[in-house]
């Protein structure tokens, strides 16, 4: 059976209500990581045998996939020559991943990460790997640079727990977030901890989430091995191209229109209200690497 894919029509309608459907997209000040007249970059990198047979992906291709999506986000034939438009040897440098422990950052890619900054001559000692302790983290706390990195999957209170709401450790009280389905999540990039740090967002598709009900649900059932990596500098961006992923998983796994509950309008909202990045997949520049098969998008 020929699979439809998801137009913007369809994406916009399943993941807002008709108030934000309404008045998404209009002209809007420029974005905080806006590429001005030029379309957001985000890189989709995908190797068809990534896994082991225990679930673990393998290293040496993590570290390729990595090196590949942001060579290509930079236009550089040399990893090393994108990295350094990244980091300096005098940052600090905070890699905000994730702890879920049914789907955390994977060690390996978390690793990769870290090594590629040393690369380039930042010290051990100015780099931290941290989730729920950043606030009091002292890398983080003098950080001039931030990193993030997370897992894609369906989320109780935001419809998603991706990019911008890996941010949400940031705050000392997380719950303050959570009102309207988590609509004003792009407000804590705003915050002086956050603001104009991040220089790159990996959201990890290695084995997404693309259904679950109820808080901090997981089943093994609502996973595929989708064995990608989706990576950009505007998290708006790279967040919006995964819910389209996960949209399109729904759709051919219930073989229905299943729109995610709650919607993920803070995505949107992130757009529209706070001008962070873009969520219209058509000022979205989409670069496709490696394994191409069933990439939903």
């Not at 996939?65 to 300096?88: F, H, N, R, T």
């Not at 229109?257 to 919607?263: A, Q, T, V, Y």
């Not at 706070?274 to 979205?284: W, Y």
Request: charged letters at 25%; glycine letters at 6%.
């Amino acid at each position: 059976m020929k699979k439809k894919m998801i137009t913007r029509r369809d994406f916009l309608k399943d993941s807002t209500s008709l108030a934000i459907t309404s008045t998404l997209l209009l002209n809007m000040p420029q974005k905080i990581f806006g590429e001005g007249d030029n379309r957001s970059k985000v890189v989709l990198i995908r190797h068809e045998n990534l896994m082991e047979s225990n679930g673990k992906p393998k290293k040496v291709l993590v570290e390729n996939m990595l090196d590949e999506a942001v060579s290509a986000l930079y236009g550089e034939s040399e990893p090393q020559k994108a990295w350094k438009q990244i980091v300096k040897p005098e940052d600090v440098v905070g890699i905000k991943s994730n702890v879920w422990r049914y789907l955390a950052t994977p060690p390996a890619l978390e690793q990769a990460i870290e090594n590629r900054v040393k690369s380039v001559g930042v010290s051990a000692d100015n780099i931290a790997i941290d989730d729920r302790g950043i606030l009091y983290n002292s890398v983080f706390k003098k950080a001039t640079a931030l990193i993030n990195v997370r897992p894609l999957r369906t989320h109780h209170w935001s419809g998603v727990g991706s990019l911008l709401k890996n941010y949400i450790m940031f705050v000392k009280r997380p719950s303050d977030y959570h009102g309207d389905t988590c609509a004003d999540l792009a407000a804590i990039w705003k915050l002086p901890d956050v603001q104009g740090k991040t220089r790159l967002n990996i959201l990890v598709m290695f084995t997404p989430l693309f259904h679950s009900v109820g808080p901090h649900a997981y089943n093994p059932q609502y996973t595929w091995a989708y064995n990608g990596l989706l990576v950009g500098n505007d998290p708006v961006a790279v967040d919006a191209t995964g819910v389209r992923i996960l949209m399109a998983k729904r759709k051919q796994f219930f073989q229905e229109d299943r729109p995610i509950n709650p919607p993920t309008k803070h995505v949107f909202l992130a757009d529209t209200r706070h001008h962070l990045g873009t969520a219209d997949p058509s000022k979205i520049e989409l670069i496709k690497l490696g394994w191409q098969r069933d990439s939903f998008i």
